[in-house]
Structures are given as C-alpha cells and as structure tokens.
C-alpha cells in the first residue's frame, strides 16, 4: 500500500509524516486486508491546520475526510477517527450484502 503525506505550505518535518504513515496503516488494517493507497495532506488555514484523508480500498471503496484543529497533529486525528467510522460502515455493509446473496 502506498500512503502519501503532503502539506500545503507548511513543512512537515520527520516526525509527523511517521505519526501519519502509522495511524493511517493500522486504520486501514484493521477494517480491510489491504488498500490500493492513501493520501494526507495538511494545510494551514486561518485558526489552525486542515488535514485531509483520502483512502482507495479498491475500486468500490473510498473514503474521504476531514478534520479541523489548532494543532497538526489533533487535525489529523480528527480526520482519522472519521475516515475510521466510514471504513467500518463500508465493511459492514460489504459483509451484510454478501450475506444476504
């Protein structure tokens, strides 16, 4: 799987990229096998930071979300327990159409 980490006018550094690379791979491991890719990006808006998740299953499933905070890294947790909901919700309802077949 290829995850992506990119901020839009703001340096990242080092450490942020690996919390990143992390949280997003065992959110995604944990509802799905394995994903095509994923994307992050942050970018600095007027009260704080955005930050962006977008996660390619496959091509049935994908999953865009978002968070907003004064911190990089609270933006990004947002954004992750909310792309986590929706990928649970995904594989729920995976599961129970195929069980209804």
Do not use: C, W
């Not at 994923?38 to 999953?63: C, D, M, S, Y």
């Amino acid at each position: 799987m290829k995850i992506q980490v990119s901020g839009q006018n703001i340096d990242l550094g080092t450490a942020l990229p690996q919390h990143i690379d992390g949280g997003v791979e065992r959110m995604i491991r944990k509802y799905f096998k394995k994903a095509t890719d994923a994307r992050v990006v942050l970018r600095k808006t007027g009260q704080g930071f955005l930050a962006e998740i977008h996660v390619h299953v496959n091509k049935h499933i994908t999953v865009n979300a978002h968070g907003t905070s004064p911190d990089a890294y609270t933006a990004f947790h947002d954004a992750l327990v909310k792309a986590a909901k929706m990928l649970r919700r995904k594989k729920r309802k995976h599961i129970d159409d195929h069980r209804s077949v």
